[in-house]
Nanobody, 127 residues
Framework: QLQFVESGGDLVQPGGSLRLSCTASGFTLDYYAIGWFRQAPGKEREEISCISSSGRSTNYADSAKGRFTISRDNAKNTVYLQMNSLKPEDTAIYHC????????????????????WGQGTQVTVSS
């Protein structure tokens, strides 16, 4: 059974940092590009970062550039999102998603482009 489990979400003060993890079970992430999405109440789900299957290509939404870093450790079947300088507007449920994709750079996409999703982890930025 294919499964994703996200973790690392928490309540943090503005300016703080969090590292989200996304671990797959039941399949290997080696052949998959991974995206991190977030969805705030009343807003559409948006992709904020992606990483290619090789890890050589990454992409970020403007809201994440300079503050967030995506990385992957295929040996651990895990993708990470390091989030620094967090702002209240970063408050959302964060999901990781996977699409089988080789030899292509990752591009920010719509949710429908991804095949597998995790259940999400809550990030709340508040003083």
């Amino acid at each position: 059974q294919l499964q994703f489990v996200e973790s690392g979400g928490d309540l943090v003060q503005p300016g703080g940092s969090l590292r989200l993890s996304c671990t797959a079970s039941g399949f290997t992430l080696d052949y998959y590009a991974i995206g991190w999405f977030r969805q705030a109440p009343g807003k559409e789900r948006e992709e904020i970062s992606c990483i290619s299957s090789s890890g050589r290509s990454t992409n970020y939404a403007d809201s994440a550039k300079g503050r967030f870093t995506i990385s992957r450790d295929n040996a651990k079947n895990t993708v990470y999102l390091q989030m620094n300088s967090l702002k209240p507007e970063d408050t959302a449920i964060y999901h990781c998603a996977a699409v089988r994709q080789l030899f292509r750079p990752c591009m920010l996409s719509q949710p429908a482009e991804y095949d597998y999703w995790g259940q999400g982890t809550q990030v709340t930025v508040s003083s």
